[in-house]
């Protein structure tokens, strides 16, 4: 009869041995999904920050998520020990919570194509403007195009001088075809007038 039990036991504790297993494959799933399938924004978080939001996301599922879910599991399967119940329960949630995380990025990738349709339109429209009206010491540095998006449509874009103090600064707003561009009477460079750590800043 001992004997038993403890078979029982411990098939009962295999079958609920699956949802740390599935939380380490999810972590990384989901990491990678909210990189590379941003599911808000224009681009992704980063690979770092796109793990500490999975990390954060699925233990939120494990520690609040499975338990109430594994609590209506065993009231319609009363046979079921606790352990496990909470396990199934947590395993089922983190790979909906794969697939939710797929869905929405799915949904918003077409934002994020049109957002970058947008980048390289304004970026081409600077360079253009930057070549034909900069002085020739901004115009030089071309290639070092600092964009800080302030809005949905609208962009300031600059490029250093001699000067690290002083930029040419260009505003373009994408909400036309082509973009319009015009010159900004400030040279403050973009990580003065909007931070070095600016989200918007690219």
């Known amino acids: 009869m001992g004997e038993a039990l403890w078979r029982s036991r411990l098939r009962w504790r295999w079958r609920g041995a699956m949802q740390w297993p599935t939380f380490a494959a999810v972590m990384v799933a989901d990491a990678l999904l909210l990189d590379r399938l941003p599911i808000s924004g224009d681009r992704g978080p980063g690979v770092f920050a796109a793990v500490l939001l999975a990390g954060f996301l699925n233990l939120f599922v494990v520690a609040v998520c499975a338990p109430l879910a594994g609590r209506w599991l065993r009231n319609r399967r009363p046979d079921v020990p606790r352990v496990v119940a909470d396990d199934r329960a947590g395993t089922v949630l983190l790979v909906a919570g794969v697939a ?49 998006k302030q809005s949905r449509d609208l962009y300031r874009t600059c490029v250093p001088g001699p000067d690290p103090r002083r930029s040419f600064c260009v505003i373009v707003n994408t909400d036309q075809s082509p973009p319009g561009v015009t010159r900004d009477p400030d040279h ?15």
Do not use: C, I, K
């Open 100 to 148: 939710l995380v797929a869905v929405l990025g799915m949904t918003h990738r077409p934002a994020v194509l049109a957002a970058g349709s947008a980048a390289a339109a304004e970026a081409h429209a600077a360079r253009v403007f930057v070549l034909h009206q900069a002085p020739p010491e901004f115009a030089a540095n071309v290639d070092r195009l600092d964009t800080w």
């Open 188 to 202: 403050s460079p973009n990580a003065t007038v909007a931070g070095v750590d600016n989200p918007g800043r690219q």
